[in-house]
């Protein structure tokens, strides 16, 4: 540990000593001010990687079971929860799958449909990622597929691990698959929580009807942000489309092995389709029963299971959700969220600037790790008189809280990044969080003439 980061240390933990022994303000109990002081210690550790981002998490959960804030049970419940095993199926599901040959095979076909440049790259992982995206509720279940294709498109026009190039295939993929494919009613497991808080329901063509053009403009804006930014610094030479087919008939004809990964791919995509509707097996089980049956054909080792499945993404993702559950059973989210009401009740009559308030305080509220819901539940009841359609008002937060600057703030992302197995790092995309605020508030501006149309504000 370096003398710069030993200082952080000192003061995070004197500060967080400081806040967690002062007298509690209206709102908040001893407890909330002892969860207080750990959350402001964990976060500034976490800015600073005083120590490895995923040991700050555990440490910061281990002292609120110390110090009494938690139970085990509480703390470290996520960890026996859906997301954690759907996390580690879809790990495993993808590393089968790319052992298998297919997952190569696929993103070779889909390359020879686009200019085998740059651009023309981009082009064909974003259409892959949104043609995808209806198809699958479950983004770690979308990430399992769409981003081993992106690593291969990768390594198949020869750019390096962190290369802008690289970056920039894994961001339009990431932006796409996590935050675009939200235009569709099986989008994403967000559209469940935005209807439930909402207490309204929705078909698949009325879902598509109010937020088509929301998500148009996140497509295009993404396309374009990355041709842009990520634009490679010297204009290389674009891949042959002879090249490309070469490279399939190098592949020969299809494996037994492959044929039997693509039918269990093509089963898994089917059972996460259906589910809810011919089924109820939730998304985790069909991730892990298609990795058993992998393994039982042989495409997945053992040596995998530690090597394939990033674990330290693991610890931080369960070790989060710990973190933001007791954030609301403690009081600490309402008690923050509180802060911004009066700002809210003042903006309620100019509807556009209140959506651009909305989306600026959630997304400030993620670095206290302040949740969504939280935000949500309270602005439908704050703005139970307003003009504007609940449903809008939950999709704004929800959007606006997938903000993802530093590292703790969206397990999500934590989880798509795992799955480049080692081409791209937090450091690569963390600022690419600032180009996701800013197209979504222009995609949420441009929709507001429709949604007006609507009837919906």
Known sequence: MTGQKRAAFVIASVLGIWIATANPPEGLNAKGMRLLGILVWWIIMMCVEAIPAYVSCVAACTLIVITGVGETEEVFSAFSGSTCWLLIGAYCFAAGLKNSGIIRRIALNIMRLFPGTYRGQILGVAFASILVAPCIPSSAAKGSILIPLSNIVSDEMGYAPHSRETVGLFTVTALITLFGSLMFLTGGILVTSMLSISNLSATWGEWLKIFWLWGLVMFVLSILYVMLVFAPEKKGEALPKEALVDKCRELGPVSKKELLALAVLGGAVFAWITEGYLHHVPAYAIALAAWVILVMAGLFRSEDFCAKVQWNIVVMVGTLLGIVALLNTT??????????????????????????????????????????????????????GCDISPLLLVFVVHLSGQFYLLNYMNVSVLSVIGMSEGRVSFDDIGKTSIAFLAINLAATLLSVPWWTALGLM
């Open 331 to 384: 009081g600490v989210a309402s008690w923050v969220s509180g802060f911004a009401t009066p700002l809210v009740e003042v903006c309620a009559s100019h509807k556009v600037l209140l959506l651009v308030v909305i989306i600026m305080f959630c997304t400030l509220a993620r670095f206290v790790m302040i949740n969504y819901m939280v935000i949500s539940a309270m602005l439908i009841v704050v703005l139970a």
